[in-house]
């Protein structure tokens, strides 16, 4: 074959391959085109359907003004969420008996019935559908000074601090009830010893000597005094008291005790929360616009 005859024969082969390629191309563009149409007359079906369906612009999905109205009312009406610190005191221990009583030769001592009550406070506490936390002044018999206690509620920025007693009465043993102090002046104190006594008063054939006030010259209990967060300190009974002590001393009676503990304390403390929120934002400064000239 002629040198030229095969230079011919190339030249025919890559124009052939050079129009298959090109209508290739050409089809593969007129299919996209295709396919580009039907999708965007697909979306502008679905855009309308959603329109009618709506009624709602569904470029801007812009909520109407009911919608906002009523996301508002629904933030408006949802009870606020607190978070409560409360601190049980476990009174007397270690080598602090606090008052006792011998009864047939047996030693009976006010810091081991008032650590049963308090541990039985504390898991009652933290069973409850509220965020609360618990901090015990001791957890064993130990001693812990009133200082200590003290200091414990001041640095937790406790909420509520509950001191727990057993009374006595030497002079005379048919002395018996339940007493709640606070200290003089202490108006959140005095509304969660109401509230303690208000749960207590169900106990059946409890008697129930009042709220009473503990000052400088009467009842000075350091753990209220000291003390710079409402504060409550309760005498459960007489050990002194046969019947009473009886009582004190059964399971099943601190479990009722503790169990009216701490309806009081659940009953006062979301009440005590809106009244400060309330008081701070009362006592936020009125900021002022001055229009300028």
Known sequence: MRRGDRRYRQQRLITYVI???AGLALVGVVFLMVCGALYLRDLARARKEIQEASGKNVETM???????SSFEETQNTEEPEYHFTVVVDAGHGGNDSGTN????GELIEEKHITLDVAKKVKDLLEEQDMDIDVFMTRERDEYVSLDERTQISRESEADLFLSIHCNSFDGDTSVSGLEC?????????LDYASSIQKAVKEIEGLRVRGVRESNHKSNNYEVLRENDRPAV?????????DEEREKLLDDEYQQLLAEKFVEGIVEILPEMAEAREKQAKESEPETSFLAED
């Open 19 to 21: 129009k298959v390629l």
């Open 62 to 68: 812009e909520p109407s003004q009911e919608e906002t």
């Open 101 to 104: 009583v011998t009864i047939d």
């Open 181 to 189: 102090y606070y200290w003089e002046n202490d108006d959140e104190g």
């Open 233 to 241: 300190l309760i005498e459960m009974g007489f050990i002194t008291n």
